[in-house]
């Protein structure tokens, strides 16, 4: 987990000091698993079938998948869609399988804010 939350703040901008990146470093979290994930999980990489019930006959686009913290699926899930300008109808984050994916929103809030504090 060390190796990384280097590489999340591995390229901090001209404006971020020393000392800002060591608090986002220890504030990251520490104990999480490392699991396989699709790293891209997006409405446009699920294929699906609705003729009769909509039903998920497919995934693509696996560039980017790899082992990664269990709670990387959902960040990357979330922060790729219209979800952080919620546009109407984007309902994408109501149907992310919490028995598959989990739902981790501190993780999610600390990555935005090392986005915007490193990015």
Excluded at 34 to 58: A, F, K, W, Y
Aim: charged residues 20%; aromatic residues 12%; contains cysteine.
């Amino acid at each position: 987990m060390a190796k990384f939350s280097d590489i999340l703040l591995s390229e901090p901008c001209c404006c971020t000091d020393a000392s800002r990146i060591e608090y986002l470093r220890a504030s990251l979290p520490s104990n999480h698993r490392i699991v396989m994930t699709h790293g891209d999980l997006q409405p446009c990489n699920i294929i699906v079938d609705s003729e009769r019930t909509v039903r998920i006959v497919g995934i693509v686009d696996w560039e980017l998948g790899g082992a990664y913290p269990e709670y990387w699926e959902y960040v990357q899930a979330l922060s790729g869609s219209s979800f952080m300008t919620m546009k109407e109808g984007d309902d994408w984050y109501l149907y992310l399988p919490e028995a598959g994916i989990g739902k981790f929103f501190e993780e999610f809030a600390m990555y935005h804010l090392i986005g915007r504090m490193v990015g």
